[in-house]
């Protein structure tokens, strides 16, 4: 039974999912009742702190030695989820007293550093979670009146190789999965798990007493930063953010931190200027108008300005005869303006450089270049045997790039002389 539930993100409609904290719920409520009355349910439901029902099937329903075990299969919708399809599963069993106590088993982890959601050393099952469990066990033992104490534990077979793929190396929770989630509910999308992550990244760091620290978007600043470029303590923590640097300065401000320290590529700082808190693309741009701006605010003419705010590099200012590219030699940037721009022409010489020669080819394109690997995987032609111009600006930088260069050599045999074939052609009747 699909969760039909769909969210619109990007232009697209997605269909949610559900957390692996409301499928150890669905578990053990399903586990509980198996033990409780000898006999396992088709499917189970339950009301996730979101709102929404999640009903599923009961999946390897199985009684052993005093205790219940029924699984339910993560479903993570259309969202990327490590954890999609791995089973989750929970064990019920009898206990003193009257309470739900709840542990993990194996292919759920256990925290390792100070600032998670759980003290260190407890299993990775955070509070909502817990939650929920206790909740979903209790409403089946109010129903069949049976108030005795239980215990939980829950396990996700497949679990310690998933986490291999998520944040939990980072976070400091090892041996698998964490349970997770707040509202119950996956949506596709979401930035809300970056940006969890960054904040218990910025509560270990400051559990650790840090109290200066480095923000930096992605590959480019920590790049940067493990070159060298910049002199750090080594006790200075550097917290990756993504695009979510307003999310980032609000956490590092509430966790105490005196001092932050931004690094990443000019792109996307220069909007921070602007006040433009998180830096993707699709919410918001504003680098021209930027520069722009505090180029004249540091005292340049109208002429260097308009430039800023032009696109080609050969056209002129609404406001003077001078070209963006003049502008820029007179201030000391040399750029290349006898650009071949035609779109088929610069397709073709990409394609001889990627061809190979001596035994290897002419362009590398390297893992830190995601936007450019994205595009290259979605260029495709359309009508008129003309390329889809959607999503491609890094693909017409790479285009303009390799128009600038030398065009590679061709090797082509020389051409024999009219003697030169004559003397040939001799020398092949005497071997007759």
């Not at 931190?257 to 693309?281: C, D, P, Q, R, Y």
Request: one cysteine or more.
């Amino acid at each position: 039974m699909p969760f039909e539930h769909y969210v619109t993100a990007g232009g697209k409609r997605l269909r949610c999912g559900y957390t692996t904290g409301t499928c150890a719920a669905l578990a053990a409520a399903a586990a509980a009742r198996l033990l409780l009355t000898g006999r396992a349910p088709e499917t189970v439901s339950l009301r996730t702190p979101k709102g929404w029902v999640v009903e599923v099937p009961v999946e390897a329903p199985r009684l052993e030695a005093g205790a219940a075990c029924c699984c339910v299969t993560k479903d993570g919708g259309d969202d990327v989820d490590a954890t999609h399809g791995l089973p989750v599963c929970a064990r019920v069993e009898a206990a003193a007293g009257e309470a739900v106590l709840l542990q993990g088993g194996p292919g759920v982890g256990r925290v390792t550093r100070p600032g998670l959601d759980q003290p260190m050393g407890e299993w990775a099952i955070n509070r909502v979670p817990r939650q929920m469990i206790r909740e979903a066990v209790d409403a089946v033992r109010r129903e069949l009146d049976e108030p005795g104490g239980l215990r939980v534990t829950i396990s996700v077979p497949g679990g310690e190789a998933a986490a291999r793929r998520t944040f939990n190396p980072r976070l400091g929770v090892e041996g698998g999965i964490s349970i997770l989630g707040t509202s119950g509910i996956v949506e596709p999308m979401s930035v809300q798990a970056i940006v969890e992550t960054t904040a218990l990244e910025l509560r270990q760091a400051a559990a650790g007493g840090a109290r200066q620290l480095v923000l930096t978007p992605g590959n480019y600043g920590m790049e940067f930063l493990a070159r060298g470029g910049v002199a750090l303590p080594a006790e200075v923590p550097v917290v990756r953010c993504s695009n979510f640097i307003g999310e980032a300065l609000d956490g590092a401000g509430a966790e105490g931190f005196s001092a932050v320290l931004l690094v990443g590529h000019i792109g996307k700082l220069v909007k921070l200027a602007g006040g433009i808190m998180n830096t993707h693309s699709r919410w918001a741009d504003g680098r021209a108008e930027l520069f722009c701006a505090h180029a004249a605010l540091c005292g340049a003419d109208r002429d260097t300005a308009q430039a800023l705010m032009d696109s080609a590099c050969l056209q002129k200012t609404l406001s003077g005869p001078r070209s963006v590219a003049q502008l820029f030699y007179e201030n000391g940037v040399s750029v290349n303006t006898r650009v071949d721009k035609n779109v088929w022409t610069g397709v073709q010489r990409v394609k001889s450089y990627l061809t190979k020669r001596e035994g290897r080819p002419g362009l590398f394109i390297f893992k830190n270049c995601p936007e450019m690997i994205r595009e290259i995987k979605g260029y495709r032609y359309g009508e008129g045997e003309s390329p889809v111009k959607k999503d491609d600006h890094a693909m017409d930088e790479l285009r303009y790039y390799i128009m600038s260069r030398p065009e590679p050599a061709v090797f082509k045999p020389p051409q024999s002389s009219i003697v030169q074939k004559d003397l040939l052609r001799l020398m092949k009747r005497r071997r007759r």
